[in-house]
């Protein structure tokens, strides 16, 4: 009764979250309704966020140089070799590498993913970071694949691959974030070969082909009470058939050199790569994700210099602070190099 009670409760909440870019199966009542599904809501849901990414994505269009604004339309990601220039380059991937700050470290399967903020602190100590920020490429083509005029969360990060007597790591398994457009992006600090764990993403899986959105249909019905505990979250995994029968072609791995630029709509099909050992691969890596039935492109509080900066340890502190409610998996390392062991 005191369960049923608290359900009901908590159903003007999860209504409203139709509206955000909440997107679990299991944990939204409206959101994993099989019913509802079938009728049609996560089909509308989608279709609607993709279009008003579209909208504010034309805005953002003029200040994307047309060669990149092309490759992402038809890839669903932008590759940039040799990004930044090589003193600039030198001058980050060596600040980065000496860096030692307070990192935080998740575990998935044998994979530790080590993250640092790059907040004040980081910013003061490799000024090559702050020029990385500024640097106007990056800055119009990471928004115009968010479709937000925001500035991304910006991280140092560290994959370390391979711990001993570990299960597999479910990110190599193919998948989409969320059911809309957003960003991430990588700046690879590292030359990163095949059997080092590269990104990989099915080109032009970010569009939404009738054949999509019949099968983000299908998924809907079915994964709320399904075995992958990730898709019923809300970040569906996909199987090679199905890439098949919706007329998309194999992953590319991006095994690429140092001083290459990734960004990619993680709508689209993408994974980690598997290692074939024992590895670390050091990087910088960017997120950015907002409310997808937002109007406005801009306007947003969060990029405002001497906030954007801070937002990073805001969001951990306030994680740690709410962590008996919502867990955290985001452990403190203490004072760490991004390529110790």
């Known amino acids: 009764m005191v369960r049923f009670a608290t359900r009901m409760m908590l159903l003007p909440w999860a209504f409203a979250q139709l509206f955000t870019g909440e997107k679990s199966f299991r944990d939204n009542l409206f959101i994993g309704s099989t019913r509802l599904n079938g009728w049609g809501l996560h089909r509308a849901r989608v279709r609607v966020a993709h279009a008003m990414s579209a909208r504010r994505r034309a805005r953002l ?40 700050g307070e990192a935080r470290e998740t575990v998935q399967g044998h994979t530790i993913t080590r993250r640092y903020a790059v907040g004040p602190d980081a910013l003061q100590r490799i000024p090559a970071l702050a020029a990385f920020r500024r640097h106007a490429r990056w800055r119009a083509i990471a928004r115009y694949v968010t479709g937000f005029n925001v500035e991304p969360l910006l991280y140092i990060q560290s994959i370390l691959t391979h711990r001993h007597d570990a299960p597999p790591d479910p990110q190599v398994d193919l998948h989409a974030d969320t059911f809309h457009p957003s960003m991430k ?9 095949l059997d080092s764990g590269p990104f990989t993403y099915v080109a032009g899986s ?34 090679s058939h199905e890439l098949v029968a919706m007329g998309l072609p194999a992953p590319t791995a991006f095994a690429v050199p140092a001083n290459t630029l990734v960004i990619a709509d993680t709508f689209g099909f993408h994974a980690r790569g598997e290692s074939a050992q024992r590895s670390t691969r050091i990087e910088l890596w960017a997120y950015g994700r907002r409310n997808p039935f937002r109007v406005m492109t801009g306007g947003d509080l ?9 937002r990073i340890d805001l ?15 985001w452990a403190k390392r203490g004072i760490v190099r991004p390529g110790e062991d």
């Not at 969060?302 to 801070?310: D, H, K």
């Open 61 to 100: 269009a003029s200040a994307v140089k047309a060669a990149d604004r092309e490759e992402f339309d038809r890839n669903g990601y932008v590759e940039i070799r040799d990004f930044l220039p090589p003193e600039m380059f030198t001058q980050l991937r060596d600040g980065v590498m000496a860096y030692a």
């Open 315 to 329: 969001r951990w502190r306030l994680r740690d602070m709410a962590s008996a409610i919502m867990g955290q998996p």
């Open 206 to 239: 970010h569009r939404l082909t009738p054949e999509r959105l019949d099968w983000e249909h299908r998924r809907s019905l079915t994964v709320r009470d399904g075995p992958c505990r990730l898709s019923a979250r809300g970040s569906l995994r996909v199987q």
């Open 302 to 310: 969060w990029s405002l210099p001497g906030i954007a900066e801070r």
């Open 185 to 193: 992006a990588w700046l690879f600090l590292e030359d990163v070969d």
